[in-house]
C-alpha cells in the first residue's frame, strides 16, 4: 500500500486561526509518501527517510506497540501516541505486522508539515478521521492536517475546537511576481502555539485578518494583494509585540513580504521580481521558490 499527502503553507491568519479567524492555506507541490508492507518478523517496523533517501528515523515496535529500539525515543513515543489512538479509532488497525517506510521530498527544516503530512497518512492508512486524530495527539489549530487531505487551497476555521474548511480556488493571475524565500531557521510550531495561548487579541484584530483573507482570495491586482498582506502583517505584529519580517531584516527591500507561519522561521512570501531574488541571495538566503516551484498550478 501507498499513500501520499501533501506539505502546506498558510497564507493567512496565522496564530490568528487559534481564536476563530478565517485562514486560508495551501497544498505545497511538495510532499510525504508512506508505503506499507506485510513483515517477515512478528514485529512492526518504522523507517523515516528524507528527500536523499537517507534514515533519519527509525524504530521498531512490538505487536502490542511498545518500543523494542529506536534511534530516537522522544519521537517514537510520539509516534506510539499516535498508533495508539489510531488502533482506539479503529481496532482492526495493525492487526498484523507490517514494515512502514516514509519518505519526504522536501528540506526536512523548511517546516512544510512533516508531521502533519504524517498524521494525514496514518489516518488515511487506517480508515479514520484525520483531524480527529490531530486533535487528540498534536497542539496547534490543525489547517495543515485539513490542507493535507483536502490536497487543494481551502478557508479553514476553528470555533470552539470544532473545525470547518471547505476548497477554494486559489491561482492568482500575478503569481508570477510571488516568490517563497526560506529563513533559514525551523521554526517549532507547538512552542510557538503554546506561547501564543498567553498572548491577548481582541475580535477587532480577529475580524480584521478575516476580512484581509476574504479580500485577498479575491484579489485580481498585486498591487491590492501587497497592501493586503502589509496589512496583515501589521495586525499580527501588534498582537504579537513582534517586529514584522520586513522591519526586522529586510527594511529596504522595495516590495511587500510577508511571514507565512510561525514568525521568525521557515518561508516568507514576497512580493517582487525575478531580479528581486538577487536580493535575497546577497542576503545569503539561497532557497528562493518559485509561486511554480513551490505550488504549481492548482
Known sequence: MKFRASGKLLLTAEYAVLRGALALSLPTKFGQELSVKPAQENVFSWTSLDRNNNTWFKTT???????????????????????????????????????????????LNWGLGTSSTLIALIANWAKIDALKLFFATQKGSGYDVATAVKNTPITYTLNQKVAAFHSVSFNPAFRHNLFFVYLGKKQRSDKEVTKFSQQNISDADLLAITALTKQILNCTDLAEFSDCITKHEEITSGFLDYQTVKQKLFADYPGALKSLGA???????????KADVTYFHNKGLQTVLSWEEMIGNQ
Open 263 to 273: 514568525w521568525g522561521g521557515d518561508f516568507i512570501l514576497a512580493v517582487g521580481t
Open 61 to 107: 515496535f512490538t505487536h502490542d506497540l511498545q518500543i523494542l529500539k529506536t534511534t530516537d525515543q522522544k519521537i517514537a513515543e510520539k509516534l506510539m501516541s499516535i498508533f495508539n489512538m489510531a488502533k482506539k479509532e479503529n481496532p482492526h488497525f495493525l492487526s498484523s505486522p507490517v514494515q512502514a517506510e516514509t519518505n519526504v521530498d522536501f528540506d
